[in-house]
């Protein structure tokens, strides 16, 4: 029996069969390519899910794991650590926020998002009554209960019961919905995404979040972006906030944040900040065991450095207008399937009108990977090392599939 299938036998036999990948067992990568154990290279739009912003293996960041792996990987919160201190340092000085908790992924920044907001109004706002999230539909925060509970997806919270509550949910971008929703005054945070990913990359109009935030205000709720998808550059900004000028109490962040080693930050104000420390005599509020360990902050920093050495917002900016122009042509050229292009910086969306699995399989075939976000739309989030090159041989072979689709029978996907 050859590697490939001894692998996939123990796929099969030894992992919890809780995933759909696909048929292919990764072994190593260089820039936006990755190789198979068969050794089929592939052309990487998927980026480990917006996740290696660097590309793979990026020469300083290889170097910067090897280095700090020789020096320190972990001691704990116990103590200070010197690149988590670093790492907070230059967070705070590029975004809004004063203070810095740092945890191992994007779902457990949004748990002690949540935590930080629940707190803040029992013991800092003294105002018990509010307690409810109020989220989007169609968002998408996590896989741990509370923040599968506040995701705004029927189709992942179902036959997890009792889920983790109140939470109110309201149609993203309908601002009048959301005040609406706020009025009651007893909702402790509003959590959204500045550009919903997941759920199939929907950009929300202009001024919706300033709108949002002016409602947060009055209420005294405390307002969360989760910028775990948008963070780090994505979109063509260090922040996602930063296209709308609007900014929030409390920001999550992972992904894109250390370029592949796990990491999770929740950034936050001096203000909301309050929320997560403990009255004299408490209890430590709230804690990680692995967040904001040395090799993974050593990465943060090497990640923030190499987005401004090589210039990759401007890069993300360009690359993904261009990719965003490509995609607009495949609706004009193939609207029986295609039927919208959308997103912002290197995060993009086509919307399709049959199922996008099929598409990603098709593609993935003729050597390009992409992935899916909802069920109609096919997601790009490239390196934001990518280059136009790239984007045309993943933009041809997309091209070549669908025009090898049947038109589906009913419209969906806008
Ligand atoms: N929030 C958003 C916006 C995401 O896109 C994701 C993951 O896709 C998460 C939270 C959960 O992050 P993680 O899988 O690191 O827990």
New binding site residues.
């Given amino acids: 029996m050859n590697r490939h299938d001894k692998l996939m036998n123990a796929a099969r036999r030894h992992l919890v069969q809780n995933y759909r990948q696909q048929p292919v067992i990764l072994t190593r990568g260089e820039g936006c390519e990755v190789w198979d154990v068969r050794g089929q290279r592939y052309l990487d739009m998927t980026a480990g899910?917006a996740v290696c912003c660097l590309g793979h293996a990026h020469p300083k960041l290889t170097a910067t794991l090897a280095m700090q792996a020789g020096r320190l990987i972990h001691a704990s919160n116990l103590y200070f650590i010197e690149t988590q201190l670093l790492l907070a340092e230059t967070l705070a000085h590029r975004s809004f926020a004063d203070r810095v908790f740092f945890c191992n992924?994007?779902?457990?920044a949004?748990e002690a998002a949540i935590k930080l907001a629940r707190r803040y109004q029992h013991v800092v706002a003294q105002r018990p009554e509010k307690i409810s999230i109020i989220a989007a539909e169609g968002s998408?925060?996590?896989?741990t209960i509370a923040?599968v509970s506040i995701t705004g997806q029927e189709k992942y919270r179902k036959g997890f019961g009792p889920l983790f509550g109140p939470v109110k949910f309201v149609p993203f971008g309908d601002l009048e919905a959301m005040r609406a929703a706020l009025a009651d005054g007893t909702a402790c945070a509003v959590i959204l995404?500045p550009i919903q990913?997941?759920g199939g990359i929907i950009v929300p109009p202009a001024g919706y979040l300033r709108g949002v935030k002016e409602a947060c205000v009055e209420t005294g709720t405390v307002l969360i972006f989760?910028e775990?998808?948008t963070g780090v550059g994505r979109t063509g900004r260090l922040f996602g906030y930063e296209h709308e000028g609007v900014t929030p109490d409390v920001m999550?962040l992972?992904?894109g944040l250390a370029g592949g080693v796990p990491i999770?930050a929740m950034l936050a104000s001096d203000e909301a900040a309050k929320g997560l420390q403990p009255l004299p005599g408490d209890a430590v509020t709230h804690a990680s065991t692995f967040g904001g360990n040395a090799l993974a902050c050593a990465a943060a920093l090497c990640v923030l450095d190499v987005i401004e050495s090589e210039s990759l917002l401007e890069n993300c900016s360009e690359a993904g207008a261009y990719l965003g122009r490509g995609l607009e042509r495949l609706v004009e050229k193939h609207g029986h399937i295609a039927v919208q292009a959308r997103g912002r910086g290197l995060l993009r969306g086509l919307a399709v009108r049959q199922d996008a699995a099929g598409i990603v399989a098709a593609a993935r075939e003729r050597g390009v990977l992409l992935s899916i976000a909802g069920a109609n739309v096919v997601r790009f989030v490239p390196p934001l090392t990518v280059r136009r090159d790239h984007l045309d041989e993943a933009l041809g072979v997309l091209e070549n599939v669908l025009a090898t689709r049947a038109p589906a029978a009913a419209g969906t996907g806008a």
């Fill in positions: 899910i992924s994007g779902g457990e949004n998408f925060h996590g896989r923040t995404e990913a997941e989760d775990v998808q999550t992972a992904k999770g």
